[in-house]
């Protein structure tokens, strides 16, 4: 059995908590997911997103538009 690193768990965040997080509607995330612009992995009809990934959004300055 391949071995987990349980650490890495808590990196994911589900689509809610990052709505709350970033002030943000169902639409733009929606939009940022369509656009490539925010990875995520889903699981039972569940969308989750790395805190990880958040953060290098808000590190790079992202300003909401797509090109």
């Known amino acids: 059995m391949k071995n987990v690193n349980l650490s890495e768990w808590d990196d994911w965040i589900d689509g809610q908590d990052v709505m709350e997080k970033l002030h943000i509607s169902p639409r733009t995330l929606q939009r940022w997911r369509t656009n490539g612009v925010i990875p ?8 989750y997103y790395r805190k990880s990934d958040i953060l ?3 590190r790079e300055g992202f300003n909401g538009k797509i090109d």
Not at 40 to 47: A, T, V
């Open 56 to 58: 290098r959004l808000l």
């Open 40 to 47: 995520y992995s889903q699981l039972k009809g569940r969308l």
